[in-house]
């Protein structure tokens, strides 16, 4: 299996643009999740899906972030328009509920640079 | 809310020694406990798991613990090498919720 997949790996953009970052999670697995990772912050809980739904969004930052997840094997985290407090590094995570543990999988990230 | 604390913030050893990492957290109400490694500009790799009804977890030289009661967590790294100079996290789950709240690491230098 080739793991959690993200894609860009590094954005750079300039502030009011819009951003989109992408994830395809491990095939088979039923739970994705959306965090993000600062310096001053550590890792947070955006917002994650069951079996494409969107169960908890409380993490997300403010309407200018939005996710999707269209099916199992895709989904994709907005930000529109973007800032240069959105600059982090946004990971994308998955997990299956049937398994014992639930252990959850990271992707490399997308580091995002919001000039 | 759940807080997890990771002490110390950073670490540096000579090659071969063994050493512990730990982990504290707020609430004893856990599901699971994790720990990461993080490589400079990397993603998180996930060393070791331990359920809530577990005690320990043991993977090659690595020896994950686990307190509930006192809400700690530590990791034994054996024999430590160059190669495990990384970032090491724990995040633990709480009952039914399925996120992560992680602390903010211990970054472990071992020096040849």
Redesign the interface.
Known sequence: DAGVIQSPRHEVTEMGQEVTLRCKPISGHDYLFWYRQTMMRGLELLIYFNNNVPIDDSGMPEDRFSAKMPNASFSTLKIQPSEPRDSAVYFCASSYLAGEANEQFFGPGTRLTVL | KQEVTQIPAALSVPEGENLVLNCSFTDSAI??L?W?RQDP??????LL?I?SSQREQTSGRLNASLDKSSGRSTLYIAASQPGDSATY?C?V?RGS????T????TQLTVLP
């Open positions: 599901y699971n994790q990461f500009g990397k993603g998180l790799t996930s798991l359920q996290l995040a789950r919720a399925r996120q992560l992680f602390g903010s690491g």
